[in-house]
């Protein structure tokens, strides 16, 4: 089978969707089946790779993406050849794959990685007019879709407010779960001079949607109780200064260690260095991160939310709190005072994180497609 996959975003930009979409394409690939992606060119940036298929585009604004306007005429006629063309976005790309799929009458996949509505949210006004229009658009793209693919149930239900009556497929993201279970990973040199017992570790994108801002807060709760605790915020992103002046304001600039920007193959050599993962995004659909923290056998402490809550097991890999910061701090203390108790979710934990490798991942996939063959063989 020839797999088209269509994406606002990939190499050299990374973030969870580009890891979903090269594990997916691993995945399948190892299954036999040929996928091609099709993605914004980013000039001499671009990692050339087999099958990848960079179209002419100029950058949004400072967003970090890129519009395609038009798709050249060789990019055409190899997508031409698709058996399957799957979105990962509901914009530019979406619309350019929906049309070469209607053209050649072949099924159409979206998989919905992102709670739009949530960073409507940081709208400085007109919010309830902008989530009708988003909602709007997004309910008639979905129905324009064979088929729509949700990583989480939590998401799903997202989807399914959006008003589509379009069928939608559960397909958890897949990691390459042996990498984070390898033993006597290097200790990165950021945390060189940092204990394991009470340091604990966050991995994403450093900006206000991921809600570091109520994370770093709660931390200082539990620096009262744990003088000698530490938060290790593993990434970058364009609130990093706003948050490391905010950890010299709450005077726990010892207590928090950010590292900027990491090289993604060497982020799993952090999570051994930690006791448990936390996270206090609310915007999340199925985070690569929390899986590989899973996948490294680390507990959770996250706040309540849409695909956090498909991964942790309340009470047995971890903890799902409301936002509330004596709370949330509560949980991080109750961890940290009980070494036995982490020790047994993280045996929890690893026994989970089964269910996530990219070869499981992919036979989901799979199956998805065949359903979506078939749904558009009764439409045609």
Same mark, same amino acid.
């Given at each position: 089978?020839?797999i088209g996959?269509?994406?606002?975003?990939?190499?050299? $930009?990374?973030?969870?969707? $580009? +890891?979903?979409?090269?594990?997916?394409?691993? &995945? #399948?690939?190892?299954?036999? +089946?040929?996928?091609?992606?099709?993605?914004?060119?980013?000039?001499?940036?671009?990692? !050339?790779?087999?099958?990848?298929?960079?179209?002419?585009?100029?950058?949004?604004?400072?967003?970090?993406? +890129? =519009?395609?306007?038009?798709?050249?005429?060789?990019?055409?006629?190899?997508?031409?050849?698709?058996?399957?063309? +799957?979105?990962?976005?509901?914009?530019?790309?979406?619309?350019?794959?929906?049309?070469?799929?209607?053209?050649?009458?072949?099924?159409?996949? #979206?998989?919905?990685h992102?709670?739009?509505?949530?960073?409507?949210?940081?709208?400085?006004?007109?919010?309830?007019?902008?989530?009708?229009?988003?909602?709007?658009?997004?309910?008639?793209?979905?129905?324009?879709?064979?088929?729509?693919?949700?990583?989480?149930?939590?998401?799903?239900?997202? %989807?399914?407010?959006? &008003?589509?009556?379009? /069928?939608?497929?559960?397909?958890?993201?897949?990691?390459?779960?042996?990498?984070?279970?390898?033993?006597?990973?290097?200790?990165? *040199?950021?945390?060189?001079?940092?204990e394991?017992?009470?340091? %604990?570790?966050?991995?994403? !994108?450093?900006?206000?949607? /991921?809600?570091?801002d109520? #994370?770093?807060?709660?931390?200082?709760?539990?620096?009262?109780?744990?003088?000698?605790?530490?938060?290790?915020i593993?990434?970058?992103?364009?609130?990093?200064?706003?948050? *490391?002046?905010?950890?010299?304001?709450?005077?726990?600039?010892?207590?928090v260690?950010?590292?900027?920007?990491?090289? =993604?193959?060497?982020?799993?050599?952090?999570?051994?260095?930690?006791?448990?993962? $936390?996270s206090?995004?609310?915007?999340?659909?199925?985070?690569m991160?929390? %899986?590989?923290?899973?996948?490294?056998?680390?507990?959770?402490?996250?706040?309540?939310?849409?695909?956090?809550?498909?991964?942790?097991?309340?009470?047995?890999?971890?903890?799902?709190?409301?936002?509330?910061?004596?709370?949330?701090? *509560?949980?991080? %203390?109750? #961890?940290?005072?009980?070494?036995?108790?982490?020790?047994?979710?993280?045996?929890?934990?690893?026994?989970?994180?089964? *269910?996530?490798?990219?070869k499981?991942?992919?036979?989901?996939?799979?199956?998805?497609?065949?359903?979506?063959?078939?749904?558009?063989?009764k439409? $045609?």
């Open positions: 089978m020839k996959i269509f994406t606002e975003c990939f190499e050299p $930009v990374i973030n969870g969707v $580009v +890891h979903s979409i090269e594990s997916t394409k691993h &995945g #399948l690939e190892d299954l036999g +089946h040929e996928v091609y992606i099709f993605t914004p060119d980013y000039k001499n940036k671009n990692i !050339r790779k087999a099958r990848v298929y960079p179209c002419p585009s100029f950058p949004l604004f400072k967003t970090g993406y +890129h =519009y395609v306007q038009v798709l050249p005429e060789l990019i055409r006629k190899i997508a031409s050849e698709m058996d399957i063309f +799957h979105t990962h976005h509901p914009f530019t790309m979406g619309q350019r794959a929906m049309k070469l799929a209607r053209d050649h009458n072949k099924p159409f996949i #979206l998989t919905n992102t709670q739009y509505s949530q960073y409507v949210e940081r709208f400085p006004f007109g919010k309830r007019l902008a989530k009708r229009v988003l909602f709007r658009y997004l309910r008639k793209f979905c129905d324009k879709t064979t088929l729509i693919v949700a990583p989480s149930h939590g998401i799903a239900k997202v %989807i399914r407010n959006y &008003g589509t009556k379009t /069928k939608i497929e559960v397909v958890p993201n897949g990691i390459e779960i042996e990498r984070f279970q390898e033993k006597d990973l290097p200790k990165p *040199k950021a945390l060189e001079k940092v394991k017992k009470k340091t %604990i570790i966050f991995v994403g !994108r450093v900006c206000y949607e /991921k809600n570091i109520f #994370l770093i807060k709660s931390f200082q709760k539990v620096v009262k109780d744990h003088p000698d605790a530490r938060l290790v593993v990434g970058d992103g364009p609130a990093f200064n706003e948050f *490391k002046n905010l950890t010299k304001e709450l005077k726990i600039e010892e207590n260690i950010m590292t900027g920007a990491i090289p =993604y193959p060497e982020i799993r050599n952090f999570y051994p260095q930690a006791e448990f993962f $936390v206090a995004s609310k915007t999340e659909v199925h985070p991160v929390g %899986i590989e923290a899973v996948a490294a056998g680390l507990p959770i402490v996250s706040l309540e939310s849409v695909g956090y809550e498909d991964i942790i097991r309340n009470g047995k890999t971890g903890y799902l709190t409301s936002e509330n910061e004596d709370g949330y701090a *509560k949980r991080i %203390i109750e #961890l940290l005072d009980d070494p036995a108790k982490v020790k047994k979710m993280s045996e929890e934990s690893l026994k989970e994180s089964k *269910k996530y490798s990219v499981a991942a992919a036979k989901n996939m799979l199956a998805a497609y065949k359903k979506a063959i078939k749904i558009n063989k439409i $045609v």
